[in-house]
């Protein structure tokens, strides 16, 4: 329905908003853009430098910049106490789950078990250990009034260029054109507006601040059973604006009563015109230029935000708005120039970025087409680039992992709190991390986590009797708690601390961090995990398969489980972490007891089963679900993100794997535009190139806003969020499409669809620390590139050719269509 009114609002205000020039009718490849301004935040345009985002609106009137900045949360509720008293529950669950007493395990509670008169009790509050609700919030709306134009405005244009990290828009009015920029300075840790026009004296605008106070005004994106919680968030207090100057004034307060304080300083410069005073703002009249300064800081990282709000303003606001520009696009084109990717143009690439998702939207289809022509290839290019780009703008050394949301957000509810969910949403916004050359994004990550090691190393001695360490939820002040049903976080980052070796082969970094903690996870998995009784293999519980429930009895009456013993997800965790542990001590020549260890306890797991329907199995027993159809696809992990199984390795289970991804789309799966993603990557690892197409234009049809954000369901179907893995995971998966490094080579096209016949894609990176060049054309390899930044072997497959060469540091080797070696 949303979409239907978007339709019609396009079709009566296409009149006003026409373009007439040649120019804005050329195509703009990597812009997003518009001839309409965005009435509702899940179409503006979003800026952001890690620290600080804005959603840009482009109003004509009136603009609308609604800010956030990345540590403004509430605060949880209490410090976590870890209790050994847990270890008892443990030890319960796993008896009745043996049992088939599902029912029973699941309603055990620690704290109502007897202990025995010889175990010892411990509690203890390790700082940093944290739990309750912290929630997401934004910092401030920011308005800019011009007032009603004296004409109708013509040759409107909205647009986001990604290119070089700018939101614009431009107008005429009568002769005069209007042109307003938007950038997020990483280097000067500012956003900053500017405001010109092709005439002098033409600017003239008033600035106000405000900022959303009542929760239940953004229930319309979240479920109608929320209404308790929504009644327990606490409304923030007013926040306080102090006129510091006529062109400079501070916004502060707090996220909640009891959450983070936030200090924003606004500073205005006008050449030209005059300013004139008012109250909790600006304004300017008849200027020929404006700029626009916004810094912020919390107490969250500062004693003093507002001295440091003040500091960065004074410097940033230092510059001429030309010189910080340069800054901003030089530190940014520095990570975004890396990776180019050029897909078949058609006639839709000239179209206004939202006509081109409509298309998709509406099913728009010309019957006199040739069946399998291109609808509009180069809209999954520029969606590939504008993933990268959020990446770049939302995860920035120094800075917060990006959540839910990555760091946009305007709601005082926003959808799952805006919080840290660990069940793949975090580990799938850096998927493409490593793959699509933004090494460094990855870092905020893994630094974000790593400094955790030792508390939660006390939490698995405590709650699990175990050596190791888990991880097992995330706040942006560390770990949640210490037990719960799910414990694959710890082992799930394991794998990014490998991977981020795998690409780099940083031995410093593997030595000083990626083993250090992937040690750690595969001394848990070592102990936590118990032999299953008459199979002879080890078995890893409590455990659940996120979010999946099923069956444990037949009948009138079906009962629903939760936890069980060997989730087939667990099971690839520890496979894969163990593994990964053995190969980093040999790398290392380190821990060769401990590495006894792992080989036994890796060479032990169950083994992978397939189910009735020759399924993969989700569960170590062959379980119906209430939901076949499931959005998480958990038990393919091994598959993706993992690399255990493969065609060559496990051909059955490699089967297996095809046909649970079948039954899940058969059964309605891929709802999610996260799920529709993570199913692009599965059919990328199968080979399968227009399984991943289909998937991608479902994803385009069914959960893609026309600014590009990705979506999640919500209210029946009623309404949607955005969710910023869902882009995160469809970029990986187009660069699995068309190249892989997870079978020890680098294969080439492996997964391209039949319909991209001509592109390519330029400064991927593979394992093993190759950079890669990949030219198609008429659907078959032209030519391809790699250079190597570490040296050693590399081997290239392009279709049923393997071929294999000694390569040195910093030299780049071409390949023909036949991978052989041009001079």
Request: some cysteine; aromatic content about 12%; overall charge neutral.
């Given at each position: 329905m949303k979409h239907r009114i978007i339709f019609f609002y396009l079709l009566f205000t296409f009149p006003l908003f026409a373009q007439t020039s040649e120019e804005n009718e050329k195509s703009d490849d990597w812009k997003l853009w518009y001839r309409f301004p965005a009435r509702e935040w899940e179409e503006a345009l979003p800026v952001g430098n890690g620290h600080m985002g804005g959603m840009v609106y482009g109003g004509i009137d009136r603009e609308h910049i609604a800010l956030n900045e990345e540590t403004i949360w509430s605060f949880p509720?209490?410090?976590?106490?870890?209790?050994?008293?847990?270890?008892?529950?443990?030890?319960?669950?796993?008896?009745?789950?043996?049992?088939?007493?599902?029912?029973?395990?699941?309603?055990?509670?620690?704290?109502?078990?007897?202990?025995?008169?010889?175990?010892?009790?411990?509690?203890?509050?390790?700082?940093?250990?944290?739990?309750?609700?912290?929630?997401?919030?934004?910092?401030?709306?920011?308005?800019?009034?011009?007032?009603?134009?004296?004409?109708?405005?013509?040759?409107?244009?909205?647009?986001?260029?990604?290119?070089?990290?700018?939101?614009?828009?431009?107008?005429?009015?009568?002769?005069?054109?209007?042109?307003?920029?938007?950038?997020?300075?990483?280097?000067?840790?500012?956003?900053?507006?500017?405001?010109?026009?092709?005439?002098?004296?033409?600017?003239?605008?008033?600035?106000?601040?405000?900022r959303r106070v009542d929760v239940k005004d953004d229930m319309y994106r979240y479920d109608a059973e929320l209404g308790a919680k929504v009644e327990s968030i606490k409304t923030p207090p007013a926040p306080m604006i102090e006129v510091l100057d006529d062109d400079h004034f501070s916004f502060s307060g707090k996220a909640d009563p009891d959450g983070v304080s936030y200090v924003a300083h606004f500073k205005l410069i006008n050449e030209g015109g005059k300013r004139v005073p008012i109250e909790n703002g600006f304004k300017v009249e008849n200027a020929d230029a404006v700029t626009i300064f916004i810094t912020a800081a919390t107490d969250f990282n500062y004693e003093d935000p507002d001295k440091i709000a003040r500091k960065q303003m004074k410097k940033a606001s230092s510059y001429s708005y030309d010189e910080l520009f340069q800054r901003h696009v030089t530190d940014y084109k520095a990570l975004y120039d890396r990776v180019d990717i050029q897909l078949e143009k058609t006639r839709n690439s000239k179209m206004s970025t939202d006509r081109r998702v409509m298309a998709h939207q509406m099913g728009i289809k010309d019957p006199r087409v040739t069946p399998g022509t291109p609808r509009d290839n180069n809209l999954y290019a520029l969606y590939f680039q504008y993933s990268r780009y959020l990446m770049i703008a939302s995860s920035r050394k120094g800075t917060m992992p990006p959540a839910l949301q990555g760091i946009w957000n305007n709601s005082l509810l926003p959808p799952w709190f805006g919080h840290y969910t660990t069940?793949?949403?975090?580990?799938?916004?850096?998927?493409?991390?490593?793959?699509?050359?933004?090494?460094?994004?990855?870092?905020?990550?893994?630094?974000?986590?790593?400094?955790?090691?030792?508390?939660?190393?006390?939490?698995?001695?405590?709650?699990?009797?175990?050596?190791?360490?888990?991880?097992?939820?995330?706040?942006?002040?560390?770990?949640?708690?210490?037990?719960?049903?799910?414990?694959?976080?710890?082992?799930?980052?394991?794998?990014?601390?490998?991977?981020?070796?795998?690409?780099?082969?940083?031995?410093?970094?593997?030595?000083?961090k990626a083993y250090p903690w992937i040690k750690e996870v595969a001394l848990f998995h070592v102990d936590y995990a118990i032999e299953y009784p008459d199979s002879g293999y080890l078995v890893i519980g409590p455990e659940y398969s996120p979010e999946n429930h099923f069956y444990y009895s037949d009948g009138e009456e079906k009962k629903k489980g939760h936890i069980s013993m060997g989730t087939t997800m667990s099971r690839a965790i520890a496979w894969e972490v163990l593994d990964n542990a053995i190969k980093a001590s040999e790398i290392l020549d380190v821990d060769e007891d401990l590495r006894k260890e792992f080989i036994q306890t890796r060479d032990k797991l169950s083994p992978y089963k397939i189910g009735k329907h020759g399924q993969l199995q989700e569960w170590l027993m062959d379980y119906d679900e209430p939901h076949p159809g499931h959005r998480h696809l958990?038990?393919?992990?091994?598959?993706?993100?993992?690399?255990?199984?493969?065609?060559?390795?496990?051909?059955?289970?490699?089967?297996?794997?095809?046909?649970?991804?079948?039954?899940?789309?058969?059964?309605?799966?891929?709802?999610?535009?996260?799920?529709?993603?993570?199913?692009?990557?599965?059919?990328?690892?199968?080979?399968?190139?227009?399984?991943?197409?289909?998937?991608?234009?479902?994803?385009?049809?069914?959960?893609?806003?026309?600014?590009?954000?990705?979506?999640?369901?919500?209210?029946?179907?009623?309404?949607?969020?955005?969710?910023?893995?869902?882009?995160?995971?469809?970029?990986?998966?187009?660069?699995?499409?068309?190249?892989?490094?997870?079978?020890?080579?680098?294969?080439?096209?492996?997964?391209?669809?039949?319909n991209w016949r001509k592109g390519h894609v330029t400064g991927l990176v593979a394992r093993g620390a190759f950079e890669v060049d990949v030219y198609w054309d008429k659907s078959k390899l032209a030519k391809?590139?790699?250079?190597?930044?570490?040296?050693?072997?590399?081997?290239?497959?392009?279709?049923?050719?393997?071929?294999?060469?000694?390569?040195?540091?910093?030299?780049?080797?071409?390949?023909?269509?036949?991978?052989?070696?041009?001079?």
């Open positions: 509720f209490q410090q976590v106490e870890l209790n050994s008293r847990k270890q008892i529950l443990i030890q319960e669950q796993r008896k009745l789950i043996l049992e088939g007493k599902y029912e029973e395990a699941k309603k055990l509670k620690w704290n109502k078990l007897e202990i025995p008169d010889d175990f010892e009790v411990i509690k203890e509050k390790p700082e940093g250990f944290v739990t309750g609700r912290s929630i997401y919030k934004p910092l401030a709306d920011l308005y800019l009034h011009f007032g009603s134009t004296s004409s109708l405005p013509y040759d409107y244009k909205r647009e986001l260029d990604i290119e070089n990290a700018v939101a614009r828009v431009t107008y005429k009015v009568d002769d005069v054109t209007f042109k307003r920029e938007v950038i997020a300075s990483y280097p000067d840790k500012a956003i900053v507006v500017r405001l010109t026009a092709s005439k002098p004296g033409q600017i003239s605008v008033s600035s106000k601040m405000t069940d793949i949403n975090i580990e799938m916004n850096y998927w493409p991390a490593e793959v699509c050359n933004l090494s460094e994004s990855h870092d905020v990550l893994l630094d974000f986590v790593f400094p955790h090691l030792d508390k939660c190393k006390r939490a698995a001695e405590i709650e699990y009797g175990t050596r190791g360490m888990v991880f097992n939820s995330m706040s942006p002040w560390g770990p949640r708690r210490g037990y719960q049903d799910w414990n694959g976080f710890a082992g799930w980052l394991a794998q990014h601390f490998w991977e981020h070796y795998a690409y780099t082969l940083d031995t410093n970094y593997l030595k000083t958990s038990h393919l992990y091994g598959l993706y993100p993992g690399n255990e199984i493969t065609k060559k390795n496990s051909p059955e289970i490699f089967e297996a794997a095809r046909k649970s991804i079948d039954r899940r789309l058969e059964n309605n799966g891929g709802w999610t535009g996260w799920s529709r993603a993570w199913i692009i990557c599965l059919a990328a690892h199968l080979q399968d190139g227009e399984l991943a197409r289909e998937q991608l234009e479902l994803l385009f049809e069914q959960t893609t806003l026309y600014n590009l954000f990705d979506t999640h369901p919500r209210q029946g179907g009623n309404t949607t969020c955005f969710q910023i893995e869902g882009n995160m995971g469809a970029t990986a998966g187009i660069a699995e499409m068309l190249m892989q490094s997870h079978e020890s080579y680098i294969h080439l096209l492996p997964a391209k669809p039949d391809a590139s790699i250079r190597s930044k570490q040296g050693g072997v590399c081997k290239l497959k392009y279709g049923d050719k393997l071929i294999e060469i000694k390569t040195e540091k910093g030299k780049e080797y071409s390949f023909d269509e036949n991978l052989k070696l041009v001079k």
